[in-house]
């Protein structure tokens, strides 16, 4: 079945630093890919997601590229906040399922210090 | 817009008590999700409504927990008798419609089994 593999954490980053939150998926065909952030005592909110391969997602500075040779889909970001600490989420949606189905990874907690 | 609202927030219960959640989607959202996070762990989807008909209710633990979507607007997610196990986050999303739309995710309710 489908499968999302996201790095553990939590990543811990000093502000300004570069983040990369490795993902990578397991599916048939070629599914969609989203990134998912969780706020402290929030609900998930969509930050980005791509639709077919070598297609890049972007949202407040965040990126992520849909690279179907290495099924993987990594969120990156330049220069991090302390407001960007939260739990993020990879997920896949598969294609031609005939349902918006989301299958999350275990989540990569990020902690920014000033 | 008014979100996904979910109630109640926390919920502490026994084991074989019974429990109810309520969820009330973005208005016009004809997709319905409930989804259970264990701590440490992405969500996993229990079930989907399409208005008001389920569209897949594959990994919902069909012997103790129930759900409806009366009208095809609010819906209610059962659990009984509860498990220290059934211990998560229960969160709710709503979508325009089923064909891949960006769901939109409630704050969630925490559940604790004693």
């Known amino acids: 079945g489908d499968s999302v593999t996201q790095m553990e954490g939590p990543v811990t980053l000093s502000e300004e630093a570069f983040l990369t939150i490795n993902c990578t998926y397991t599916a048939t065909g070629y599914p969609s890919l989203f990134w998912y952030v969780q706020y402290p005592g929030e609900g998930l909110q969509l930050l980005l997601k791509a639709t077919k391969a070598d297609d890049k997602g972007s949202n407040k500075g965040f990126e992520a590229t849909y690279r179907k040779e290495t099924t993987s889909f990594h969120l990156e970001k330049g220069s991090v906040q302390v407001s960007d600490s939260a739990v993020y989420f990879c997920?896949?949606?598969?294609?031609?399922?005939?349902?918006?189905?989301?299958?999350f990874g275990k989540g990569t907690m990020l902690l920014v210090s000033p | 817009e008014a979100g996904v609202a979910q109630s109640p927030r926390y919920k502490i219960i026994e084991k074989r008590q019974s429990v109810a959640f309520w969820c009330n989607p973005i208005?016009?959202?004809?997709?319905l999700y409930w989804y259970q996070q264990i701590l440490g762990q992405g969500p996993k989807l229990l079930i989907q409504?399409?208005?008001?008909?389920?569209?897949?209710d594959s990994q919902l633990p069909k012997d103790r927990f129930s759900a409806e979507r009366l009208k095809g607007v609010d819906s209610t997610l059962k659990i009984q008798p509860a498990k220290l196990e059934d211990s998560a986050v229960y969160l709710c999303?709503?979508?325009?419609?089923?064909?891949?739309?960006?769901?939109?995710f409630g704050p969630g309710t925490r559940l604790t089994v004693l």
């Open positions: 999303a709503s979508s325009l419609d089923q064909l891949r739309g960006e769901q939109f």
């Open positions: 997920a896949l949606s598969p294609l031609n399922s005939g349902y918006s189905t989301l299958t």
């Open positions: 409504f399409q208005n008001n008909g389920v569209v897949d």
């Open positions: 208005s016009g959202h004809a997709t």
